[in-house]
């Protein structure tokens, strides 16, 4: 103990850094890997008793976050749409608009998937919902499942990225950035990769009309009477950027109002069971406990790199240095496309922001555009082997596929979505316009 105390400062910060990853490659969960380092750091900068007080002011300083409070309640939201009908009714609305086009069935996925995530805000619930729904329909039509897969998996990880997103929630908590901002600077982006891909099914379709033959064509009365399933999402989605956007109700009011919406609609169209409510209720109690768990350990390891000075000497060093600062944000879109193979979102995120999140303001950018950046790269990190959590989630809904397929198959659209990644880096204002900056 008496010898690490005499380490320098910034080196034992920095090798604090290096053990949170070796002990997450080691398999500890990530949370307990980041409460292990940064409480135990300070107690070796400072003593026990300080540590302590630390992890005292880190669960009180959490615990009153009121925006913290809204977490649980769009997971519970989500959760809820999951498991109702919801989801089914969106595709069988856009199945009737775009089934009978080029490569229609894997349109309506990607469309579906987008729209699914625009109430949902958690990509693990859009790809089960839609891979359940379209990979059957697919098969039937004899679609190369490769494409199938890789759409359905690609799309629903827009989830993330069209509001009401709970990463972006996390990356305002985190980063004391506007919710509501990041919520509208999310949509143009997500439309942009939502028609990419569709074009790309298109484009595919025309080449080898084998791999995606167009689907049944519906009357215009069909098609008509099945906008009524577009009812709950619209009138969820609007209510909520609404509110939000107006200053109608806060992000946390948003919430509460969201998840009381959709209690009764499920309500007043009978599908809302008791084991639906205590499935979304548990479900939500998990993950908000996860999500809480990670937020101390990360609030105890940011204090123990701010007292070894780590954070200084990095912004100092990004500062002065000669390189241009486009080459640290590529760095950066580097080191989260690696990180994401090993990581899972959340905590990729919440880990590397203490130390980016400083670089990237002192370099001038905007906190709003870095993170719409940073939730696109956690996006591409639910596709990406060895990880990519929305591939296996895809291949336990629907075995029939196998996982290499899966990965394969969502290559292109891996490919798409780096394309605008560096449009959007090259271009900030391709992303702050709508935002008048």
């Known amino acids: 103990m008496d010898f690490l105390a005499s380490i320098d400062p910034i080196i034992?910060?920095?090798?604090?850094?290096?053990?949170v990853v070796v002990l997450i490659m080691l398999g500890i969960p990530i949370a307990l890997s980041i409460f292990a380092v940064g409480f135990f750091g300070q107690a070796i900068f400072f003593d026990l008793e300080r540590a302590a007080g630390q992890l005292y002011h880190a669960f009180a300083g959490k615990g009153m976050d009121l925006l913290l409070g809204s977490i649980p309640l769009f997971v519970f939201m989500g959760q809820l749409i999951s498991k109702s009908r919801i989801g089914q009714d969106l595709y069988d609305c856009v199945y009737r608009w775009t089934g009978h086009m080029p490569g229609g069935i894997a349109i309506t996925g990607v469309v579906s998937g987008a729209g699914f995530g625009a109430v949902t805000g958690v990509s693990g619930a859009a790809v089960a919902t839609m891979a359940t729904i379209t990979m059957p329909e697919m098969e039937r039509y004899r679609y190369d499942l490769r494409l199938g897969a890789g759409a359905i998996a690609?799309?629903?990880a827009l989830a993330i990225l069209i509001p009401p997103s709970l990463l972006m929630i996390l990356y305002g908590i985190a980063t004391d950035s506007s919710i509501g901002d990041l919520f509208i600077a999310g949509i143009f982006p997500a439309i942009l990769l939502t028609i990419s891909y569709a074009l790309y099914i298109v484009v595919v379709a025309k080449i080898s009309p084998e791999r995606a033959p167009r689907g049944p064509s519906f009357s215009w009365e069909e098609r008509f009477k099945s906008l009524v399933g577009?009812?709950?999402?619209?009138?969820?989605?609007?209510?909520?950027?609404?509110?939000?956007?107006?200053?109608?109700?806060?992000?946390?009011?948003?919430?509460g109002v969201g998840s009381v919406v959709v209690l009764l609609y499920l309500m007043v169209t009978r599908r809302l069971t008791?084991?639906?409510?205590?499935?979304?209720?548990?479900?939500s109690i998990r993950l908000t406990a996860m999500v809480f768990l990670i937020f101390v350990s990360v609030t105890l390891l940011?204090?123990?790199?701010?007292?070894?000075?780590?954070?200084?000497?990095?912004?100092s060093l990004a500062s002065d240095t000669d390189v241009p600062a486009i080459f640290i944000i590529l760095f950066f879109v580097l080191l989260y496309l690696i990180l994401g193979m090993i990581l899972d979102g959340i905590g990729m995120m919440l880990l590397t922001l203490p130390v980016t999140f400083p670089i990237v303001m002192a370099l001038g950018y905007d906190p709003i555009w870095f993170g719409i950046i940073v939730t696109i790269l956690v996006e591409v990190g639910l596709v990406t082997p060895p990880v990519g959590l929305n591939c296996y989630i895809l291949r336990q809904v629907y075995p029939k596929v196998s996982l290499k397929d899966i990965f394969i198959g969502?290559?292109?659209f891996f490919l798409i979505t780096m394309i605008w990644v560096f449009v959007f880096v090259f271009f900030p204002e391709s992303?702050?316009?709508?935002?008048g900056r």
Not at 431 to 435: D, E, G, P, Q, R
Request: proline share 4%; net charge negative; glycine share 8%.
């Open 12 to 19: 034992l910060g920095s090798l604090g850094l290096v053990l």
């Open 154 to 156: 690609s799309s629903s």
């Open 230 to 255: 577009l009812l709950p999402i619209v009138v969820i989605f609007t209510l909520l950027m609404g509110g939000i956007y107006s200053g109608a109700f806060t992000p946390s009011e948003a919430a």
């Open 274 to 283: 008791l084991r639906t409510l205590f499935e979304a209720t548990t479900d």
């Open 302 to 315: 940011s204090s123990f790199l701010v007292l070894t000075g780590v954070l200084d000497a990095f912004i």
């Open 410 to 412: 969502v290559i292109p």
């Open 431 to 435: 992303i702050t316009w709508v935002l």
